[in-house]
């Protein structure tokens, strides 16, 4: 009973599905969906999950300075106050890091 209930707080604490694979990370991320599936973005020091996107096989997802969305991801993850923004450069604290998962779709039975 115990055992069931610590696996069960290890698959919850996560917050990734099972099946999830790392396939990116750091301040820049460009991404290929080999198959069809989701994309996870996190955020490791936090464990937060900053968004989620679906894909076709061969569709691309890019995070990174420059990207639409990423002001929006910083500004929520940090709400202004510990980012400082200087003409058009956004700066983030030294111990962020996204970090990207792909979940592929499920096999379809027949």
Avoid: W
């Avoid at 069931?4 to 694979?21: F, K, T």
């Amino acid at each position: 009973m115990i055992l069931l209930g610590v696996a069960l707080v290890g698959c919850v604490s996560s917050n990734l599905p099972r099946g999830a694979r790392l396939v990116g990370g750091g301040l820049m991320i460009h991404y290929e969906a080999p198959a069809d599936g989701t994309v996870i973005l996190t955020e490791r020091t936090s464990g937060r999950v900053l968004a989620t996107r679906s894909l076709s096989e061969g569709q691309s997802f890019e995070f990174g300075p420059g990207q639409d969305g990423f002001e929006e991801v910083l500004f929520r993850m940090f709400g202004g106050t510990n980012t400082v923004e200087t003409a058009a450069v956004m700066q983030v604290p030294t111990n962020t890091f996204f970090q990207l998962y792909f979940v592929p779709a499920k096999a379809k039975k027949e």
